[in-house]
């Protein structure tokens, strides 16, 4: 936002320079983002100075060019070449000298030197209105008064403003702070505490007046929960011209192009006051002014010459014919004011800050007015906004006070009451703040203070502050103003708020998150509006009342859709070897009911490592997602994961994932058809996991601390000749109902099929280690082990060893 400070000194006179200025609102959380000077001339005439033609000839070598003498007060004339064709013998001029730039009218500069021009010598430049950025008149030279002195500086003629703008970075909720009048306000809070000498001073509308009431324009609202207020009144004998100087340069100053001086007159008073106006074409009403919504797909045409589709729920300023505006936000194209205007309807009102968010962004626009009215603007600044402007349009347009004010207000919002502690301020600062500080701070800020007592302060919040609503709050206004580079530095003493807690939901989710991104996969975070293709078994589909399109009419059942769409994009560039994993919510509905969950979806296409010259074989996506599976899960707490086969819509192959007989997700071969919707034409293995039902579990126990074991571990192999249908599954089920003490680990370490071994049967190497917690084991008693496991495994798999 453009903060004007010549603009800020008509409501707070203060002797600060600009830099003390910009380092006092930058305290106050009202941030300069950085400053910019303005010049209503650009350049400010610098180097241009009065000068008196002494003579004229033509030129010797150019028909259409003038040889001029011509002295500037300096010791000998200037000789300066001219095109203009008015130029003459004893005229007073505009002389730009050698080393000035000129910002012309186009916006171009020109820097004048010494030169010659078609042989003869010129030494600067006699200048029209548009070379020196004073109009827009190139017909010739401008000649001024004869009495004026020459060397007498251009700038001393005329009447040029010379300003510094700051850019504030403002925060959503300082609604109060966008205006002039706003941050002044913020600044004489802060010259009130620190005592610095200073002038407030409020725009003046005590000369309102009304001249006759014999253009009434009556006002009826219709829809009040979006318009709680609406005042108006109506000028005639307007006379619609370009605005003043200072006006066009106040505007100018803060980026807004100058219009007529109608319409500069409400962009000066939004810019002032913060409160947004609009000037309506009196003449082009017909009737009364009516505040209403239009039926759905009424066309109706901008200021900017756009025809748009209103909703049901736009709320727009109508007379009794047609619709003219879009409240709070647009004018429109046939009721604007123009050259032709003679009688205009002022408006000031308050509209409800949703639905002005609603339509603004269902059409589109962002004008200074929505900016103001989505965030909440002073209800009790409507009327007198509504005088200034009317004061302002009498004195520089001519016009004349045709009506009372016609007035729509429904009662104010009783305004906030807080009660602030003592205590809760030195709790939250961190040390105590004087008594009289706080009084000082707070009627500096306007609040009200209501009453005093040993333990606090009660106080009324003035409703401009419709961001302060808590005691907190209160605290950050009083921090503000205080200063937060007058807190004491003291050590840190850390406390946990809320206090620590291991079993906490979004520290799991972290720490799986940070595991699978060591292991090489990347997190995705995907809509969670889908098409209805799309759709799960997750209870019934949650439609979406008014979706922006057909695929993005529901609200997702799975993620697994989500994860084959980002598969898809990336393989269309070239992006072959993906692991992906996403966090996200499901929705559903039951009996009237919406439901939601949380997933966790895991995603492997294409090979699992990239290619190296020390890998001589990559492994095998299937059985390295069950690996990663299964770390996450024994990281989880779930020590006897199984791998149910089972069949399921979105996989070829499928696997329920039990764990103390408990289902707790899928993992599997995506359907070919499946893969075939996306364009996908390579294989994909997706794990969808219930992450609501695992956490759960997974906080079932306590957290307790296991020794790390003294003694050594033990290691045996055996390499088993198994039938083909025979699951290492199986055999590790097997080996752990065989011996539960002191086997630790299984692990395959081989498969071998094909030659040297019979029709039907394969080759696994299988490690098992054994420890136990309170000796060391003996060769003896690792042997009877492995013996039982053998006979075990012959009964059971008729295995044999090899």
């Not at 969950?597 to 190296?612: D, E, M, P, Y």
Request: with cysteine.
């Amino acid at each position: 936002m453009k903060i004007s400070h010549n603009w800020l000194q008509q409501f707070l006179k203060i002797d600060l320079t600009v830099d003390e200025i910009a380092v006092l609102l930058t305290d106050l959380g009202l941030e300069v983002e950085g400053t910019e000077s303005f010049e209503s001339i650009p350049g400010s005439l610098k180097g241009v100075v009065v000068g008196e033609v002494l003579s004229c000839i033509q030129h010797p070598n150019a028909d259409r060019l003038k040889l001029t003498k011509v002295t500037i007060g300096s010791e000998a004339p200037l000789t300066i070449v001219c095109g203009a064709p008015n130029v003459a013998e004893g005229q007073k001029v505009l002389v730009a000298t050698i080393g000035t730039t000129l910002h012309m009218k186009d916006g171009k500069s020109l820097k004048i030197a010494k030169g010659k021009i078609r042989g003869e010598v010129s030494e600067g430049m006699i200048c029209a209105e548009d070379e020196l950025g004073l109009g827009e008149d190139h017909d010739g030279i401008m000649v001024l008064d004869s009495s004026l002195n020459v060397g007498t500086p251009a700038a001393d003629l005329f009447d040029i403003e010379n300003d510094v703008v700051f850019e504030i970075g403002l925060t959503p909720n300082r609604a109060d702070a966008m205006s002039h009048m706003g941050v002044a306000r913020d600044l004489r809070a802060v010259c009130l505490l620190r005592d610095i000498p200073h002038e407030w001073n409020l725009p003046e509308i005590s000369s309102f007046q009304v001249d006759n009431t014999q253009k009434t324009i009556s006002v009826e609202v219709k829809d009040e929960s979006r318009c709680s207020q609406y005042y108006g009144l109506s000028i005639t004998d307007v006379h619609v011209a370009p605005s003043p100087n200072w006006l066009q340069n106040r505007l100018k100053a803060i980026g807004i192009s100058p219009k007529n001086n109608v319409v500069d007159i409400t962009n000066y008073v939004l810019h002032e006051l913060g409160q947004p106006l609009h000037a309506f074409d009196a003449g082009k009403l017909q009737g009364n002014i009516v505040v209403k919504t239009c039926p759905d797909d009424t066309a109706f045409t901008t200021l900017d010459g756009t025809e748009r589709s209103l909703h049901k729920e736009d709320l727009m300023i109508c007379d009794s014919k047609q619709a003219h505006c879009i409240a709070g936000i647009f004018g429109g194209m046939h009721s604007g004011v123009d050259e032709q205007t003679t009688t205009v309807f002022l408006e000031s009102a308050y509209f409800d800050p949703v639905s002005i968010r609603k339509t603004a962004k269902r059409h589109n626009l962002n004008t200074d007015a929505s900016f103001r009215f989505e965030r909440g603007i002073d209800p009790e600044i409507g009327i007198m906004a509504l005088k200034r402007a009317a004061i302002l349009i009498k004195n520089l347009a001519g016009g004349i006070i045709s009506s009372e004010i016609q007035e729509f207000a429904r009662p104010l919002n009783p305004a906030s009451q807080i009660f602030l502690s003592y205590d809760k301020i030195k709790h939250l600062v961190g040390q105590a703040i004087e008594k009289e500080d706080l009084n000082k701070i707070l009627v500096a800020l306007d609040i009200e203070i209501n009453n005093v007592s040993e333990t606090g302060i009660g106080m009324t919040i003035p409703r401009f502050r419709v961001d302060v609503t808590r005691p907190a709050d209160v605290i950050e206004e009083i921090l503000r103003v205080y200063g937060y580079n007058n807190i004491k530095e003291r050590a840190l003493r850390y406390q946990a708020n809320p206090p620590y807690q291991w079993n906490d939901s979004h520290k799991l989710e972290a720490a799986i998150a940070q595991k699978l991104t060591g292991f090489g996969f990347m997190e995705t975070i995907n809509n969670s509006l889908t098409r209805p293709d799309a759709a799960a078994n997750f209870h019934q589909t949650v439609s979406i009342v008014n979706p922006l399109g057909k695929e993005l009419s529901i609200m997702r059942q799975s993620l697994t859709p989500n994860a084959l769409e980002v598969i898809a994009f990336n393989l269309n560039r070239q992006n072959k070897q993906l692991k992906l994993f996403e966090f996200g919510n499901i929705y559903g509905k039951k009996n009237y009911h919406y439901l939601e969950a949380k997933r966790l979806c895991i995603s492997i296409t294409g090979a699992v490592n990239n290619q190296h010259w020390d890998l001589s074989k990559t492994p095998n996506a299937f059985f390295y997602s069950k690996g990663i599976l299964g770390d996450l899960f024994q990281g989880l707490g779930y020590h006897d994961l199984e791998f149910r086969e089972t069949t399921h819509p979105h996989f070829d192959v499928a696997f329920e994932l039990m764990s103390r007989k408990k289902s707790y997700g899928h993992f599997g071969l995506v359907a070919s058809e499946m893969l075939e919707t996306y364009d996908i034409d390579q294989e994909v293995y997706v794990a969808h996991l219930d992450w609501d039902a695992l956490v759960k579990a997974a906080f079932s126990h306590e957290l307790r601390y296991q020794e790390v074991p003294k003694f050594p571990l033990m290691r045996r192999d055996f390499a088993l000749l198994l039938d083909e249908e025979i699951t290492f599954e199986a055999l590790k089920n097997t080996a752990q109902k065989t011996e539960q003490n002191i086997l630790k680990e299984i692990q395959l370490f081989d498969v071998y099929e094909g030659k040297n071994l019979p029709k039907g049967k394969k080759s696994y190497g299988i490690s098992f280690v054994f420890q136990d917690q309170n000796k060391t084991l003996t060769d003896k008693q690792v042997d009877k082990v492995m013996e039982k496991l053998k006979q075990n495994f012959t009964r059971e798999f008729n295995a044999e060893l090899r």
